[in-house]
């Protein structure tokens, strides 16, 4: 799907304070997109149906909410939220209801989701606010998607392209679905502080182009914080997986867009590794079909020292293509490579 925006409505205006929006691209799974939502309820509003449409939740599973794993450990919120915690206070004396994380400088109020649904790409949640002096409420929801919807796929000769165009709330691209939304009482949440967008990507994926007027940083994923905050069936490694994080804010209501392009290449030391191992096949067979077979004595004695050497090449190359990582040439086939 080309078109890429997200819009974000609810039953009542509010003020977002934050928006948190993360792919995680994973190389051998379906891959997973996080939505998280700080804001302020309107004075009085205990209570705010969001309704969220995502362009490629069609299919998907059914959004879970990661109160739990943000408020179980320290660590966890640390991780999401890079802030130092100074007390995670359970409300009403019960994590089931949330919990009030005291930042170094700020609070919030992690809040549980319920009557949780996605309908052909639309999700709707209900969440009960928070009506407390400086404490924002903040959700978090989670859903599996196919890896391939997230980017747009250009395959080349040498390489493949995957171009992330990511919006948010952007009018010029309101579907009759919102619009109808609209039309029955729900507000395009258009009050967006702050937007926040991560892509979490293989490393083996180069960046071809990126907005560094919102770009903050790309690091190395901390795989064992990861490990700990989401867990999955199959563990992520160290040094398997890049986060990009880019950044933008705004006084007005328009809305907010993300463009970047990463790429892959196809042709690396293995097919190069391939394709010299396939011209000695071919050459040994030529030089074979000139040798006199039917001449009397052993014919294998008639077989020249080089050959039994570019044999020899051809059966290493062989296992490198088939267990690269078993041997040097590892290195050479599964290295990674970033460039800016």
Same mark, same amino acid.
């Given at each position: 799907?080309?078109?890429?925006?997200?819009?974000?409505?609810?039953?009542?205006?509010?003020?977002?304070?934050?928006?948190?929006?993360?792919?995680?691209?994973?190389?051998?799974?379906?891959?997973?997109?996080?939505?998280?939502?700080?804001?302020?309820?309107?004075?009085?509003?205990?209570?705010?149906?969001?309704?969220?449409?995502?362009?490629?939740?069609?299919?998907?599973?059914?959004?879970?909410?990661?109160?739990?794993?943000?408020?179980?450990?320290?660590?966890?919120?640390?991780?999401?939220?890079?802030?130092?915690?100074?007390?995670?206070?359970?409300?009403?004396?019960?994590?089931?209801?949330?919990?009030?994380?005291?930042?170094?400088?700020?609070?919030?109020?992690? !809040?549980?989701? *319920?009557?949780?649904? @996605? %309908? /052909?790409?639309? +999700?709707? &949640?209900?969440? #009960?606010?928070?009506?407390?002096?400086?404490?924002?409420?903040?959700?978090?929801?989670?859903?599996?998607?196919?890896?391939?919807?997230?980017?747009?796929?250009?395959?080349?000769?040498?390489?493949?392209?995957?171009?992330?165009?990511?919006?948010?709330?952007?009018?010029?691209?309101?579907?009759?679905?919102?619009?109808?939304?609209?039309?029955?009482?729900?507000?395009?949440?258009?009050?967006?502080?702050?937007?926040?967008?991560?892509?979490?990507?293989?490393?083996?994926?180069?960046?071809?182009?990126?907005?560094?007027?919102?770009?903050?940083?790309?690091?190395?994923?901390?795989?064992?914080?990861?490990?700990?905050? !989401?867990?999955? *069936?199959?563990?992520? @490694? %160290? /040094?398997?997986? +890049?986060? &990009?994080?880019? #950044?933008?804010?705004?006084?007005?209501?328009?809305?907010?867009?993300?463009?970047?392009?990463?790429?892959?290449?196809?042709?690396?030391?293995?097919?190069?590794?391939?394709?010299?191992?396939?011209?000695?096949?071919?050459?040994?067979?030529?030089?074979?079909?000139?040798?006199?077979?039917?001449?009397?004595?052993?014919?294998?004695?008639?077989?020249?020292?080089?050959?039994?050497?570019?044999?020899?090449?051809?059966?290493?190359?062989?296992?490198?293509?088939?267990?690269?990582?078993?041997?040097?040439?590892?290195?050479?086939?599964?290295?990674?490579?970033?460039?800016?």
């Amino acid at each position: 799907m080309n078109d890429k925006t997200i819009f974000v409505l609810s039953n009542k205006q509010v003020t977002i304070e934050r928006l948190h929006l993360c792919s995680w691209d994973f190389a051998e799974s379906k891959g997973l997109f996080e939505i998280g939502i700080e804001f302020y309820a309107p004075q009085g509003v205990n209570e705010i149906i969001f309704k969220i449409a995502l362009p490629f939740g069609k299919g998907t599973t059914t959004p879970f909410c990661l109160k739990d794993s943000l408020i179980r450990d320290d660590d966890n919120c640390k991780f999401i939220f890079n802030d130092s915690i100074s007390a995670i206070k359970p409300i009403k004396g019960d994590k089931r209801n949330g919990a009030i994380v005291e930042f170094s400088s700020r609070k919030l109020a992690i !809040l549980p989701v *319920s009557d949780v649904e @996605n %309908d /052909n790409s639309l +999700l709707s &949640v209900k969440v #009960k606010a928070l009506q407390q002096n400086q404490v924002a409420n903040y959700i978090r929801l989670c859903l599996e998607v196919d890896v391939d919807k997230f980017a747009v796929t250009k395959k080349g000769i040498a390489k493949k392209s995957y171009i992330y165009d990511i919006k948010v709330n952007e009018l010029r691209n309101l579907t009759d679905e919102v619009n109808d939304l609209r039309n029955n009482g729900y507000v395009l949440c258009s009050n967006i502080k702050h937007c926040f967008c991560f892509h979490v990507l293989p490393s083996d994926y180069n960046i071809s182009y990126l907005n560094t007027a919102k770009l903050k940083n790309i690091r190395m994923l901390e795989a064992d914080a990861f490990n700990k905050y !989401l867990s999955l *069936s199959r563990a992520i @490694n %160290d /040094n398997e997986y +890049l986060i &990009v994080f880019n #950044k933008d804010s705004k006084n007005d209501k328009s809305g907010y867009t993300f463009f970047s392009e990463f790429e892959k290449e196809t042709i690396g030391s293995k097919q190069i590794v391939s394709a010299v191992a396939l011209n000695i096949l071919c050459s040994l067979l030529f030089a074979f079909s000139s040798l006199d077979c039917k001449k009397e004595g052993n014919w294998l004695a008639q077989v020249p020292i080089g050959y039994w050497i570019a044999i020899a090449c051809l059966v290493v190359f062989g296992l490198i293509i088939v267990w690269p990582k078993s041997w040097f040439g590892g290195k050479l086939v599964e290295g990674r490579r970033v460039r800016r």
